[in-house]
């Protein structure tokens, strides 16, 4: 999985909990992403980093914060989680200058009751 | 903003046999076409993608081809076999200042039959 770690792997939390979901990298690059799959859905970005503390919204980026203090890790919160956040959950990294490939994590299944 | 349609939703080949997925998109500006292949419990890994400068690119049995005109690309398994089974993705971005941020179709699922 290309130097990268989520964690946890799976979660189940209850409706109205703060959950923090992990991404760790170790291949140094400056790009990561998180997105949520869903069936129907495909993948979708909830927020993605360009760089320590430099972050941007996704698409589907309501109800989630993020926040990146080291290049290697991505931190993914969902401040108060509901039903509907149940997902599976992906990290991505990409490096910079000419190249365009992402790499994604394993996954992070989170289950809200 | 950039959508991406795939189809078929599923599907079904004998070993063997040829696979072709298709996918279009909306938005002219997209310039990155990369496609994942996912195994049931596994992340999406990257088995093939071009770039809008490209119109075909190959890589032993999958290749993928790009109509930039009318906005669609296409992914083309030749001699299937059962490790090809998995869902596969296609995606489309346009680079901003360097971050790819993809839009994914919904995924077809491929089952090769031995």
């Known amino acids: 999985d290309a130097g990268i770690t989520q964690s946890p792997r799976h979660k189940v939390t209850e409706t109205g909990t703060p959950v923090t979901l992990r991404c760790h990298q170790t291949?140094?690059?400056?790009?990561m992403y998180w997105y949520r799959q869903d069936p129907g859905h495909g993948l979708r970005l909830i927020h993605y980093?360009?760089?320590?503390?430099?972050?941007d919204k996704g698409e589907v980026s309501d109800g989630y914060s993020v926040s990146r203090s080291k290049t290697e890790d991505f931190l993914l919160t969902l401040e108060s989680a509901t039903s509907s956040q149940t997902s599976v959950y992906f990290c991505?990294?990409?490096?910079?200058?000419?190249?365009?490939?992402?790499?994604f994590g394993p996954g992070t299944r989170l289950t809200v009751t | 903003g950039e959508n991406v349609e795939q189809h078929p939703s599923t599907l079904s080949v004998q070993e063997g046999d040829s696979a072709v997925i298709k996918c279009t998109y909306s938005?002219?500006?997209?310039?990155?076409f990369p496609w994942y292949k996912q195994e049931l419990g596994k992340g999406p890994q990257l088995i093939i993608d071009?770039?809008?400068?490209?119109g075909e690119k190959k890589d032993q049995r999958i290749a993928v081809t790009l109509n930039k005109t009318a906005k669609h690309f296409s992914l083309h398994i030749t001699e299937t076999q059962p490790e090809d089974s998995a869902v596969y993705f296609c995606?489309?971005?346009?680079?901003?200042?360097?971050?790819?941020?993809?839009?994914f179709g919904k995924g077809t699922k491929l089952t090769v039959n031995p």
């Open positions: 291949e140094n690059h400056r790009y």
């Open positions: 980093s360009y760089g320590v503390k430099d972050t």
């Open positions: 991505a990294i990409k490096g910079g200058g000419e190249t365009y490939e992402q790499y």
């Open positions: 071009i770039r809008s400068n490209v």
């Open positions: 995606a489309a971005s346009q680079t901003q200042g360097g971050s790819e941020k993809l839009v």
């Open positions: 938005d002219s500006a997209s310039n990155y």
